[in-house]
Nanobody, 123 residues
Framework: VQLQASGGGLVQAGGSLRLSCAASGRTLSKYAVGWFRQAPGKEREFVAGISWSGDSTYYVDAVKGRFTISRDNAKNTVFLRMNSLKPDDTAVYYC?????????????????WGQGTQVTVSS
C-alpha cells in the first residue's frame, strides 16, 4: 500500500493550496483518511480527517473554517483544500489512512502513511 501526498509548495500568507493524497494498493474508499502536519522542531499533529463515505469530517481548531477535507472515491484520492494560509501553517503535511472507515481509527493509530509534502507560507 502506498499513499502519495502532493500539492505542497511556497505560498504567501492569505493564499491557498490544495493537497492531494492518492492511494495505490488499497481501495481508499473503505477507510478513513487524515491529514497531519509536522513543523520544524515540533511533533506531528493531526489536522483533519474524513470518514470512508465523506459524510463525517473533523478538524482541529487551528484550521477550522480555513481548511476543507474531501474525497473522490472514484479516483481513490483525498484532498485538503487550504485557504487563508498563515505562516504558522508551514509544515510537512502527511496523509494517512486508518484501519476502519471511521475517523477515530486514523486519529488513534493510522495504518499507512504517505511520504509528506512541504507547505511553506511566507509572511
Amino acid at each position: 500500500v502506498q499513499l502519495q501526498a502532493s500539492g505542497g509548495g511556497l505560498v504567501q500568507a492569505g493564499g491557498s493550496l490544495r493537497l492531494s493524497c492518492a492511494a495505490s494498493g488499497r481501495t481508499l474508499s473503505k477507510y478513513a483518511v487524515g491529514w497531519f502536519r509536522q513543523a520544524p522542531g515540533k511533533e506531528r499533529e493531526f489536522v483533519a480527517g474524513i470518514s470512508w463515505s465523506g459524510d463525517s469530517t473533523y478538524y482541529v481548531d487551528a484550521v477550522k473554517g480555513r481548511f476543507t477535507i474531501s474525497r473522490d472515491n472514484a479516483k481513490n484520492t483525498v484532498f485538503l483544500r487550504m485557504n487563508s494560509l498563515k505562516p504558522d501553517d508551514t509544515a510537512v503535511y502527511y496523509c494517512a489512512s486508518g484501519a476502519t472507515g471511521f475517523i477515530a481509527s486514523v486519529l488513534a493509530d493510522p495504518e499507512y502513511w504517505g511520504q509528506g509534502t512541504q507547505v511553506t507560507v511566507s509572511s
